[in-house]
């Protein structure tokens, strides 16, 4: 049997990064992509991998992601997004209204750059000779507690983090005719670039709102939840937080 082909889309760092080293571990190949070429290139020579610049915003750049898979020869079999972007805005500024265009950016990151993943990896599992249980393909994506319980200044960060988790199921019915199944993960408070900016003592503190384990998720434990997705079949449709019980305060 073939080797199974994986995707990760911002597989240069944080949860990405992770997600390709454990999957690259498990014998698969995998195509890394990052808008970063310098970090997905440096991802992949370290997991025996490949990569690619891709935006996932840019349909193009993602197809050619996809259509690397198959010329190396392997199957896309499965697909990980973990690209995405935070910036914060509160809805009113001290100046006014924030431009419209701060949120738009958010949105067409997150949540269109998601659907754009998903249309173009499921095209090619598509066209895939089923496997066990008839099974074509896994798609993972990446929510965020914020989707449920988004904090001030998250406006955008938790409409795009709480679009993905919200077509996750339609999607997951959709596809289920082809064999292909769909899960998002919602992670908490995880240790990745975008809390590496932090002072040590933000970081220490905002692991301890954590009720269990007081600290920051660890991105291998966002991978070791990736590999178990793909494991397990009758995971399918589902968003799962891996927050350790935490629920966000309005700040």
């Known amino acids: 049997m073939k080797a199974p082909g994986a995707i990760v889309f911002g597989g240069g760092s944080g949860l990405g990064a992770a997600t390709a080293r454990r999957l690259a571990a498990e014998g698969a190949h995998v195509v890394v992509a990052d808008i970063a070429a310098d970090a997905a290139s440096a991802v992949a020579d370290a997991a025996g991998g490949v990569a690619v610049t891709a935006d996932v915003t840019d349909p193009q750049s993602v197809q050619a992601a996809v259509d690397r898979v198959a010329a190396d020869g392997a ?17 009113v500024g001290r100046d006014g209204p924030t431009p419209l265009e701060t949120f738009a950016r958010v949105i067409d990151v997150n949540l269109v750059g998601t659907v754009n993943v998903l249309r173009l990896a499921a095209g090619a599992m598509q066209a895939l000779e ?21 904090q001030i200044g998250q406006v955008a960060y938790a409409a795009s983090k709480g679009g993905v988790a919200a077509l996750t199921l339609p999607v997951a019915r959709e596809l289920a005719g082809t064999g292909i199944r769909v899960v998002s993960v919602a992670p908490g408070l995880f240790d990745t670039p975008m809390m590496a900016g932090l002072p040590a003592a933000a970081r220490e503190a905002l692991g301890g709102t954590v009720p269990f384990p007081p600290r920051l998720g660890n991105p291998d434990e966002y991978a070791e939840l990736v590999l178990s997705i793909l494991r397990n079949r009758m995971l399918n449709g589902e968003v799962i937080r891996l927050d350790g019980a935490l629920r966000l305060p309005p700040r």
């Open 75 to 91: 199957e896309l079999r499965w697909c990980v997004n973990c690209a995405g972007v935070a910036t914060p805005a509160k809805l």
């Open 130 to 150: 089923p496997q066990e249980d008839g099974e074509r393909g896994v798609l993972v994506t990446t929510a965020s507690v914020a989707a449920f319980d988004g």
